[in-house]
């Protein structure tokens, strides 16, 4: 084969500039808005069952992606909206009362001297040093800090929600072109890409469902309890004990367990008789009884991987990076799996994946 001319490497190179040009203006375009555009992605993949459904009897692609959006505006964000408000006035209100109402954790230290003596006295000395009324206030300070930056900016709020809605609604739509221009844009063979972007949905939902929307009705059940039995700040709780039922081993007894104890201690004890049993009965069998028929045949995650990645999406994304932190989890193992195959030995993956 004959030496190519030099003027196609300089345009090839030229073009290459050019485009790494284009896409960085266009990154900064779009990195005000990318966590929603993901959020809004992880959406749709998740309708996108329902989706396909209503689409067989509407046959209206614009129609239904207009039915979801509503259905989703009314039965999920505004609740959403509505208990992260509320979940800000409660913490403000245990902000204030956390270093006043300490006379239950003297009752508490006392009960538990007993046993802390049978300990050896490093471990004793590490006990009494724990401050739980520091401890509470900084949960609620943290709360009231994130909660807070929901609201703190109405108009970028209400901006955030516009383009969150408006992109689901065209990702609904256009759904199965997008797809195909993935297919077409990208390097690998179509087979390659086809189990590449199955294996990330597929772990989008197990994660989803198998592991997040489980922790999510736990921590729901969870403060409805402690709302019915007078737990201060019910809401806040109920969302740490969603958080903790990621925990592999403890779950939910991190935060229920001080909850009973505190209405003990202050002298409500068929309150904590109550949340102890509600507890036994509605919290802690959720996983084995709601879990696997949620789960099915998606892929299911280790619930450590998926608290890590809840944990870093917080800390990294503020409060959608409890979204998007397992969603780059997702992407990664699928990336992993294609690792695995052989894809990059092979230059193909293979039919096991």
């Given at each position: ?14 073009f290459l500039l050019v485009t790494a040009l ?332």
């Open positions: 084969m004959p030496p190519q001319p030099n003027h196609m490497t300089i345009e090839k190179w030229f284009v896409l960085y203006l266009f990154w900064q375009i779009l990195e005000p808005f990318i966590l929603v555009i993901v959020i809004a992605t992880v959406v749709t993949v998740i309708l996108s069952p329902i989706d396909k459904h209503l689409k067989k009897f509407l046959k209206r692609p614009r129609l239904c992606a207009a039915i979801l959006s509503i259905t989703t505006f009314f039965l999920i964000f505004i609740p959403i909206l509505t208990v992260l408000f509320l979940m800000g006035t409660q913490a403000s209100d245990l902000i204030r009362t956390a270093a006043s109402d300490t006379a239950w954790l003297d009752e508490l230290k006392s009960a538990a001297t007993p046993i802390i003596q049978t300990l050896p006295n490093p471990v004793q000395n590490e006990i009494v040093a724990v401050d739980l009324a520091a401890i509470g206030k900084s949960v609620a300070t943290w709360a009231f800090q994130n909660v807070g930056n929901v609201f703190s900016s109405s108009t970028q709020l209400i901006l955030n929600t516009f383009i969150f809605f408006l992109c689901l609604y065209y990702l609904l739509v256009n759904r199965e072109h997008l797809y195909n221009e993935a297919l077409a844009l990208s390097p690998l063979e179509n087979e390659t890409d086809k189990m590449l972007l199955k294996r990330i949905v597929n772990t989008i939902r197990g994660v989803v469902f198998g592991v997040l929307l489980v922790a999510l009705i736990q921590g729901v059940i969870a403060g409805i309890g402690m709302t019915i039995f007078g737990v201060p700040g019910s809401l806040i709780w109920g969302a740490l004990t969603a958080v903790a039922g990621l925990v592999p081993l403890l779950g939910t007894a991190v935060v229920l367990i001080p909850a009973i104890l505190y209405l003990f201690f202050t002298g409500s004890t068929i309150a904590a008789l109550g949340l102890f049993i509600w507890s036994l009965i509605f919290v802690s069998t959720i996983d084995n009884l709601i879990g696997p028929s949620l789960i099915g045949g998606r892929a299911h995650l280790h619930s450590f991987l998926v608290l890590i990645s809840v944990l870093g999406g917080l800390t990294a994304f503020g409060s959608v990076g409890a979204i998007a932190g397992p969603t780059i989890l997702a992407a990664l193992l699928g990336l992993l799996e294609l690792y695995k195959s052989g894809i990059l030995s092979a230059g193909k993956i293979h039919t096991h994946l």
